[in-house]
Every structure is written in C-alpha cells, then in structure tokens.
C-alpha cells in the first residue's frame, strides 16, 4: 500500500489551520495542524513531513524565524508559504527561504483557492525560479570627518539629548496634500557649533554608537508624530487637520549597520504599540548600499518589517550598479529618486529621462515614488506631469523645528476664501470626467438615505461644480443659489427639513423650479488643510426629517469623500482592468464594513476564481488571458451595483462587498451574473467559482471574511 502524503500546517488562526487540513484530507493527503512553534518542531522530528504549509504572521516566533530555524536543522520538506500580506512580501519571504537552503514548493495567498493549495501539494504549481546570484558593488569608505569628535563627545550628546530632529514636509505631488514628514537628525555641539549629520553619522558608525542614535531617533520622531494633533488649538476650525495628522508617515532613515540589530526594531514595534501609532504610518528608508551589504540578511529583516506593518524606502535610487536587482527582489513599498538627478532635472534632458524611467519602473512594480531635492515650482509641475507620487524640498519646505511645523501647518490651513480657492484648485479636480471612487460613495449614499438625489459638491468662486452625481443631469448651478455655499461654512451637518419654510431659501430658483428641492442635508469635504471644498449632500423633493443618527451616517460618508480625496487612487488601482487592486480594497473595505455596523446594515462578500486560469495562459497565451480578465470584470461591473466595492484581488481573484443586501440577495446577484455570462461570446470560454458570506460579527476582518467565502466555494464545488 502506497504511503500518503504528509502534510504539517503551522498557522496561529485556528480556522484557517483546520480549512488548509479539512481541503488536503479530501485530496487524498495525511495533514496535521499546530498552532504554536514548540509543538511544529516537535512533530516535524517525530513525523517527518513531505510538504509544509507556513503562516508568516504568527505572534512570537514569525514565519521568517521559524525558517531559519528549519534550515538550520536541515529540513528537506517542501514548503509553502501562506499569509495574507500582500504578493511581493510572500515572495521576498520565499526568496529569503531559498537562500537558506530551504526547499520551496510555492506561496500560498489569502485568501486562498483549494485549487491552487492541491496542485502545489501536487507538484503542479511551481515557483519561478529564485535567483541567487547577485551583482558586485565597489564601495568606497567615505571620508574621515576633519572635525576632531571622540567617542566621548558623541556618548554625551546622546546621553544629554543634543542632537535632536527637524521635520520637512512630504506631500501628495498631484493633490499637493500633505502626505508625511521626514525626520533629520541635526547636532549643535557646545563648542564646535553645528555638527553637519554626514559628519556625526559616519562617526557613529566608526564608534559603535549607530544603534543609540537610531533609537534616539525613533523615540524622539514617534513621541513627536504621536503629539502633533494635540499641539493645534482645541478649535472646530482645526478638527478635521487633527484627524489628518493621525494618519500621516513619518520617514526616518536606517544606517546599514542596524540593519540586521532585531532588537532595535522589536523595540520599535514596541514604541509604535505604547504611543498608539500603527505601524504603517512609519516608513523605514534604506540606501541601496545598506540593503546590499549582506543581501540575505537584508532578505529576512525586511521581510519581517514589512511583515509587521513597517514601510520600507529604497533611498538614493538610482546611483547603484545593482538597482534594478535590488528592487524585484526585495519588499519595498516606495522608491526614491535621488536628489542628483531631481535637482538637475530642469537643465538635464538625461536626468529627465531617469526620473521618468524610474517613475515608470516603481509604478510597475507596485510602488509609490517619492522625488526629494525639489527646489523649484517647475521641477514640482514636471513631477506632477510625469505621475510622481510623493514631493519633498525647498520648493515645498524647509525642514523645520517641531515649534516651526506647528506654525507652518497653522498657516497652510489657510481660512481665507482665497486660500481655499487655492486648496481646491490644486487638487486639479474640477471639470474632470465622473470618477468611479466617488460615484460610488453618491450612489451609497442615496441608497442608504432613499433619497433621489445625492451630490459631491465642490464650491467655486462663482459656481457650485458637482464632480458626481445621482438623481440630477446638470453638473454646475450658480454659486449664489447655492445650498452647499451655506454649508461649507461651518463643519457642522446643515440640515433643511422644507425648504419652502426656510428665509433663506424659499426664494431660491432651485426652489421654485428644477430640481425644485424641498429637503436638503449636507455635510462639508475637507482638503487635508481642513479647508472646506464643498458637500457630500442629500436633496428630496419632498420634506422631511432628519435625525442625529442620519447626521452621523452622512459625516461617515463625507469622510469617505474625503479619504478619497487624500488616498493615491494610482497605487491602488490594477492597471489592467482599471479596478482597485488588493490594497485599495482592503482600505475602503473596512471603512463600509464600519459604516454598515453603526447602521445595522447586512454586508455581504463575495469572492471569485477563475478556474484554471494558469492552464488557460498556457493554452491560449498570456494576451488572451489578459482579455478574459478584462471580459470578467466587465461582466462583475454590469452584474453588480454601481454602490458595491468591485476589485482584482490577486492573479485570478475577484471580490465583492455588498452593502444593505436582503437575505436572498446573494444568489439572486450570482444567478443574475450566470444570465449575463450566459448571453455573451467568448472568444476563449472560461468559467469561474463563486464564494460568498455575511458580515457574521462587527470586528469581523476582510481576511476573515475572504476566508468564509473561500470556504463556501469549496463546498460548493464539491
């Protein structure tokens, strides 16, 4: 008799360790589950597996330890690597396993198909190659300091907190929001003055004392960007730039000699828990030197950043000889161009050309891109021009004492109508084509308030301009015969049960004829200066009441708006099918999820997989398949509500979040995409697998719910 096929599975979430047996028990394979470290270890000696699936995330002992531990004991089952982080943290893990010695059967995204776990237990599924070759780099040893500083010096001015950190400005380079700060060290040394920081660093590398001053660092920044809301008066007029600064980046920059210091960074995470600042507002930045010095190493600690929420920036791009290596292979979030090539970029012809061959590069791969060195408003409009992301510079800024920022944020909130003109017109927005991002949240709204006509309103110098609508075919109305005009003067809902009763506005044309508003709620949208730019608004044609908790709803859809306004809408898109990938889903996902739950409103998710999606690239070619993409989302656009969250969330992977759905809307949205699927031609027919679930409690996850809805496709299969 044949021998079956072992499979062990370490995984802290006790459903997805039984989903990932119960799927290979019924492939024919002998699989046990444990949930902790000391019992996976324990069993692989007493067991010996043939394949192993491995959560990255775990509490304790992560993924990417429990690897290194298997190396070390020379483990030759296969492994497959499981987690929800995201494609290019999965790989960059498998990569750093390979290096190891490790043997790797594939990664295993989650949500995940039970097809895909069969065929890599199979063997029908397998990894591209790992490349481990790598391409040598000449260093060269930076200059001694002329300046005579010991040790001692530098000990005390750690130790008496003298060098202390300036903030400079990041902003959004389309919007020109703010987007962060990058933290920079400086030193005023009671002697010899101003102690310039590529003199004081290259010294704390030389004497050991690298490690101290990133920490110091990294308190001081996190004690700052912690603090910062609370600094502005405890005015109305600055409640919406209070909730922007808890949500904003903060920058600080790793010396390749911390790099691989674990407890340095155990002991952030540790700092970002105790001051209450999520992880991904932090964004490490690393040069490409210091990510190649020890290239497997730099493979694991990254990994494990990323894994715990951290961002990571490659600095300086562009001036190493193993760029383009360095960027596939490891999991960075965001791309740096170096300031050489900006500063020059309007004189230089070739500097353009790199800034644009990079741009193009990180967007490619999933990145955000970040200019720094701008010091003119032409280098800026170029940036802007070409789809940089991220500015920083002169132009934009200085950096600035934490008292100075303070002051420049009180100043950039500009309060006067000018000022706000100003803030709206750099979003470049107005008189643009309707948006999907916020026709959704229109459609949303007038769905979850029964009203016929739902409006974002932006408010010109002499017109209101409606970047969407619903219920109504005009897109501008005079400003002086507009609602939202009264609206945006206070940060307050403004509510109108009849208008006809109202001394404002019983005179008023929009009144007295077409759309002829009788009730009117609006609640105002903010640039991130906490300028008011206009409404998300709700008009009936009849009276009506509105009550605390409809106020409360609205103000959540507002901010939706404004979110929106403040997200980078490009990196959270899929290029191909124009839909928002995994990262723009998860985001707004979650904000619905809330939304619904403070309105008791039925959420539900739907998950789809095409079937054989790889053997049909194969067949037919990655042109035809890229089609069939197209051609599914298409048919998920037509079939859903033009209010429901539609995404490509991996390869072959689809979702759907349905807001305020009855208990038979489920199937009758998945028979009505069969009728539809039905009519049509396909030039290469595909088919597909359905999933779906109900929000089951409100701190349900994305993930959980992906889970669910994996799960019901597989029984469905069956």
């Known amino acids: 008799m044949a021998t079956m096929t072992r499979l062990l599975i370490l995984d802290d979430d006790l459903l997805t360790g039984q989903t990932i047996a119960n799927i290979a028990a019924l492939a024919g394979v002998d699989a046990q589950y444990v949930n902790e470290p000391q019992a996976f270890f324990q069993r692989i000696k007493d067991w010996q597996p043939d394949f192993i699936v491995l959560d990255l995330v775990m509490p304790g002992m992560d993924g990417v330890q429990v690897m290194v531990e298997l190396a070390r004991l020379g483990c030759h089952a296969e492994i497959i690597i499981s987690s929800g982080v995201g494609g290019r943290v999965l790989d960059a893990a498998a990569r750093s396993a390979s290096e190891h010695g490790l043997n790797i059967a594939g990664v295993l995204a989650k949500p995940f198909s039970p097809a895909r776990l069969r065929a890599l237990i199979s063997g029908n599924a397998k990894m591209d190659t790992l490349s481990t070759t790598f391409i040598d780099r000449l260093v060269t040893t930076p200059t001694e300091s002329k300046i005579e500083i010991s040790r001692d010096d530098l000990m005390s001015a750690l130790h008496n907190e003298q060098i202390t950190l300036v903030y400079q400005p990041k902003i959004n ?54 603090h910062l809301p609370q600094q502005l008066e405890d005015s109305s007029d600055f409640d919406y730039l209070r909730r922007r600064l808890r949500e904003i980046t903060l920058s600080i920059n790793i010396s390749a000699s911390s790099l691989n210091n674990v407890e340095l960074f155990e002991r952030m995470n540790e700092y970002c828990q105790s001051m209450g600042i999520r992880p991904d507002r932090l964004i490490f930045e690393l040069t490409e030197s210091c990510a190649m010095e020890d290239p497997i190493s730099s493979l694991n600690i990254l990994t494990r950043l990323r894994m715990k929420g951290f961002h990571l920036s490659i600095d300086d791009f562009g001036t190493g000889y193993s760029s383009m290596l360095q960027l596939a292979r490891l999991p960075f979030s965001e791309i740096k161009i170096d300031k050489s090539f900006v500063m020059t970029a309007a004189q230089s012809k070739e500097s353009r050309t790199v800034i644009k061959t990079i741009i193009d590069l990180g967007h490619g791969l999933g990145l955000y891109t970040s200019a720094e060195g701008i010091e003119s408003e032409e280098t800026l409009e170029y940036l802007r021009s070409i789809g940089c992301d991220l500015a920083q510079g002169y132009a934009i800024a200085r950096p600035m004492a934490p008292d100075a920022v303070i002051d420049w944020l009180r100043n950039s909130r500009l309060k006067s109508e000018s000022g706000r003109l100003q803030a709206l017109r750099s979003l470049n927005i107005l008189d643009t084509p309707p948006d999907e991002r916020f026709d959704r949240i229109t459609r949303l709204a007038a769905r979850l308030f029964r009203v016929p006509i739902a409006l974002f309103s932006l408010v010109d110098s002499d017109r209101q301009w409606f970047k969407s609508a619903v219920g109504i075919d005009i897109t501008e109305t005079p400003r002086d015969a507009s609602f939202c005009s009264h609206a945006i003067e206070h940060d307050t809902v403004m509510v109108v049960p009849d208008a006809t009763l109202d001394p404002r506005f019983k005179n008023n044309p929009l009144v007295l004829q077409e759309p002829k508003i009788r009730f009117y709620a609006g609640c105002p949208v903010h640039a991130d200066t906490g300028s008011r730019l206009g409404t998300l608004c709700l008009i009936d044609r009849e009276p009506r009441e509105f009550s605390r908790h409809d106020e409360t ?30 990262r723009g889903f998860d985001t707004r996902a979650q904000e619905a999820i809330m939304l619904c739950h403070d309105v008791n409103l039925q959420v539900c998710l739907f998950l789809f997989d095409l079937v054989n999606f790889k053997a049909f690239n194969e067949r037919h070619g990655p042109a035809a398949g890229d089609r069939a993409l197209v051609e599914f989302s298409r048919l998920l656009r037509e079939t859903f509500r033009g209010s429901d969250l539609i995404a490509r969330y991996d390869d072959d992977d689809f979702v759907i979040l349905m807001v305020d759905i009855d208990p038979l809307g489920p199937e009758t949205a998945l028979k009505r995409l069969r009728a539809v699927a039905g009519a049509i031609t396909q030039e290469h027919p595909f088919s597909y697998n359905a999933g779906w679930t109900l929000l089951e409690h409100p701190d349900d996850s994305i993930q959980q719910m992906a889970l669910r809805a994996s799960e019901h496709m597989h029984r469905e299969k069956e």
Do not use: K
Not at 189 to 218: K, N, W
Not at 558 to 568: G, K, P, S
């Open 553 to 582: 709803v609205l103000r959540y859809a507002a901010r939706m708006v404004d979110n929106e306004l403040t997200a980078d809408f490009l990196a959270h898109t899929d290029p191909l099918t124009g839909m928002l990938n995994r």
């Open 173 to 226: 380079c389309r919007t020109g929001l703010l987007a962060g700060f990058e933290a920079l060290a400086r030193w005023t040394h009671p002697v010899l003055g101003p102690v310039g920081p590529d003199q004081f660093i290259p010294l704390a590398e030389h004497y050991g004392l690298i490690d101290r001053l990133t920490e110091s660092v990294m308190v001081q920044g996190l004690r700052w960007l912690a």
